[in-house]
Nanobody, 127 residues
Framework: QVQLVESGGGLVQVGDSLRLSCAASGRTFSNVAMGWFRQAPGKEREFVAAISWSGGSTYYADSVKGRFIISRGNAKNTVYLQMNSLKPEDTAVYYC????????????????????WGQGTKVTVSS
């Protein structure tokens, strides 16, 4: 069974940076788009960022554009989310997931097009 494991969350101050990691066990995801989503208390899960199956394109929610960067590791089994200039509204549990199908693209913001969700890593930004 493929598993995704997120790490790197923690408690930080406004303006700080964090780097989240998502490691896949059991296989590599060189031909699958990957995404990061987050869920704040009492809110629905929302799209944060995605990287295409080729790694050549990245996509961001407007709320994080210019502050967050998604990237793939060289081994193709790790995805990162570099989060800069963190704000209190970034507080949430962050999840990574892979697209349902290889070589699929588009509609990166839709969580129903992803599977193998990790257990999440909590990010708390304190003011």
């Amino acid at each position: 069974q493929v598993q995704l494991v997120e790490s790197g969350g923690g408690l930080v101050q406004v303006g700080d940076s964090l780097r989240l990691s998502c490691a896949a066990s059991g296989r590599t995801f060189s031909n699958v788009a990957m995404g990061w989503f987050r869920q704040a208390p009492g809110k629905e899960r929302e799209f944060v960022a995605a990287i295409s199956w080729s790694g050549g394109s990245t996509y961001y929610a407007d709320s994080v554009k210019g502050r967050f960067i998604i990237s793939r590791g060289n081994a193709k089994n790790t995805v990162y989310l570099q989060m800069n200039s963190l704000k209190p509204e970034d507080t949430a549990v962050y999840y990574c997931a892979k697209r349902l199908s290889v070589f699929s693209s588009g509609n990166y913001y839709r969580p129903d097009l992803y599977d193998n969700w990790g257990q999440g890593t909590k990010v708390t930004v304190s003011s």
